[in-house]
């Protein structure tokens, strides 16, 4: 049974996800365009099972709804409240461990969090794929391209990497600072903080990805003088044609943050500036991030390079594998 903070936490997030207008109204738009009457859908990540519900609304004869948290037991209640018990199979499950009596012709997966790869994302969609669909399944969304750009953010670095090079009532706490900043943060960034236009730094599709990771390149000039405390990364999921999913500051989109990849020193930039950009992840789960910058005036360029890997001090047991 679930403590009372933990049920308080579910209920949250889901009426947090169910607020979010921008959100629901692209899924609903992409789903009624994409599944046919008399399919079979799998909803991989379901929540509270909204998205099911709208499967089902535009046509769906069975929508298995995968979900290993507590929220799936809404969605159960839901359901059947709707009298969607019989179309709606609830799942309570890893989709790794999954198995259906029937192949799916549609994956609906609303996984992807504030820099479009929620951990395991991809290693998920390629089992699903593999296992559980049908070959000529249709994927929602079917491709995410992930963006980035060099950021202004003084509060957040000061909160979450520079509050440990303080002394703390006497005591140095500076060892952790190093830490701190090999961590892949949620932003609340607003279109003011970028320095420089976004630029894309590659794109996955899903419906192709034969493995779970992701490696990509691009360059951005600094478009006003500031100091760059990080990366902002954001994406763009193509639900359907025409319907795009995103979380770009720069649009009224949807509610989620934003990603920051601080670096590990803030970088001062001026107009014209050149930085050289790299991202790779494995499943959304470990990231890297790197960044040269090449001065306008033609000085020496600066690197700066961090990894989640390096986010927490590891144990020498850890180290050791043993």
Not at 10 to 28: C, G, K, N, Y
């Amino acid at each position: 049974m679930l403590s009372a903070s933990d049920a308080a936490h579910v209920l949250r997030f889901q009426s947090f996800l169910l607020e979010d207008a921008a959100r629901l109204d692209t899924w609903h738009a992409a789903i009624r365009a994409t599944v046919r009457p008399g399919d079979v859908v799998l909803d991989l990540g379901a929540g509270m099972g909204i998205l099911s519900l709208f499967a089902c609304e535009a046509g769906a004869a069975r929508v298995y709804a995968v979900e290993s948290a507590p929220s799936i037991e809404l969605a159960r209640l839901v359901a059947a409240d709707n009298g969607l018990e019989e179309r709606i199979v609830c799942l309570r499950e890893r989709s790794q461990d999954v198995e259906l009596p029937e192949r799916a012709d549609v994956l609906l997966t609303d996984t992807t969090e504030t820099f479009g790869l929620n951990g395991q994302l991809l290693s998920a969609v390629i089992d699903a794929r593999a296992r559980l669909l049908k070959p000529e399944a249709r994927l929602l969304p079917g491709e995410i391209e992930l963006h980035i750009a060099p950021v202004e953010a003084p509060r957040a670095y000061s909160s979450l990497v520079d509050v440990w090079a303080r002394d703390f009532r006497g005591f140095d706490l500076s060892a952790i600072r190093p830490f701190a900043a090999n961590n892949k943060q949620p932003l609340a960034l607003e279109a003011e903080a970028l320095l420089a236009e976004p630029a894309a730094l590659g794109a996955l599709d899903l419906g192709s990805l034969t493995e779970p990771s992701f490696a990509g390149r691009a360059h951005v000039t600094a478009t006003r003088a500031g100091t760059a405390h990080g990366l902002g990364g954001f994406f763009a999921a193509r639900l359907a044609e025409g319907i795009t999913l995103s979380n770009d500051p720069r649009q009224a989109t949807v509610s989620y943050v934003r990603a920051l990849l601080p670096l590990a020193e803030p970088l001062p930039l001026g107009p014209g500036d050149d930085l050289a950009i790299e991202v790779s992840t494995h499943d959304g789960r470990e990231w890297s991030w790197g960044v040269e910058r090449t001065p306008a005036s033609g000085g020496p360029a600066e690197r700066s390079h961090q990894a989640t890997l390096h986010g927490f001090p590891r144990t020498r047991k850890e180290l050791l594998g043993k």
